[in-house]
């Protein structure tokens, strides 16, 4: 069974989850897909997030995903992404889509791909109107892209804190102005890589994208570029 | 992998600048081609800071590889500073 799993059911997640599954429920393969999150949706979100009821993210995504796609598998798991939990929540073999909004929580799980066999990790982000993809293929025990911390700095040596270390008042107050329309960018993006990865055509390790200039830029960088 | 969609997927980033004498310069979604060669990558970092907003941190790549600031840019090459991942609440519009 194909083990999928998405790390932060906000802007990127939601807006993705819908594809990936409509796309994964009509393949052969048997697929479960696993929601990973720690926080609460609360009505304040909805203007940018898609949930039934409030509740913990992964768990009221999931069951709303279970019902609409019933040829895959579901699980939600209501954490957040900590060094104490990630080698329960990851595995070998496993295709991660990391949709989180800090750089702690991709270290993290950077450095535990990288101790893996074998893992398809695609990590996104966006600012108010821009973001960027990163692919990080592992196959065989080596690298066939770039481990997402290797050229970005900001990852490899964060300054920011996991939502697990925040209190509720610093929750509340890291809200930054999004966009729902670069949320569906990056997630439309991370669901392009994941396309190629299946199909054997990625040639990029990170993709740039711009909605105000209307661009995107995919770029290769050594050792990556065929797949 | 079927061939159509080989063929349909043909990209290249990183190609070299559209005249041989220039250098690429890439950050994010932007793009120039630029009379830098013979400059080191800290006088373009500082030159195009401002006008591509370029972050102190972001890491410079050439060809594909991570080289020192120091690197003296060659006509053909394509410079890449590494935009920062994206992690919501810059300026909007």
Known sequence: ?227 | MTDPLKQATRIRPATAPATPETVRVIYGVHSLDVNIAGRSVTEVRTTLRQALNIAPQAVAIVDGREILESHVLQPGEVLEFVRLAGEKGTIPL
């Open chain 1, 1 to 227: 069974m194909q083990e999928i799993k998405v790390i932060g059911i906000g802007g990127i997640g939601c807006a993705l989850l819908p594809f990936l599954c409509r796309y994964l429920n009509y393949r052969e393969e048997r697929v479960r897909i696993t929601l990973i999150d720690g926080d609460e949706f609360e009505r304040a979100n909805a203007p940018r997030q898609a949930f039934e009821r409030p509740g913990n993210k992964a768990q009221v995504k999931a069951a709303e995903m279970a019902r609409q796609f019933d040829g895959l598998s579901f699980r939600a798991v209501p954490e957040y992404i900590t060094e104490a939990n990630v080698g329960r929540a990851l595995q070998d073999g496993d295709v991660i889509f990391l949709a989180v909004d800090n750089h702690r929580t991709r270290k993290v799980v950077s450095d535990y791909c990288e101790k893996l066999h074998a893992v398809i990790l695609i990590s996104g982000g966006n600012d108010f109107t821009d973001g960027n993809v990163q692919v990080h293929i592992r196959e065989g025990g080596r690298d066939r892209t770039a481990p997402i911390t290797r050229y970005h700095l900001e990852i490899r040596d964060p300054r920011d804190r996991s939502p697990a270390e925040l209190s509720c008042e610093e929750l509340m107050a890291r809200g930054a102005p999004q966009l729902l329309f670069a949320n569906l960018a990056v997630a439309s993006a991370m669901l392009n890589a994941y396309y190629t990865i299946c199909h054997g055509a990625l040639r990029y390790g990170e993709v740039y994208i711009d909605i105000v200039e209307g661009k995107s830029n995919p770029v290769t960088r050594e050792g990556e570029g065929v797949r």
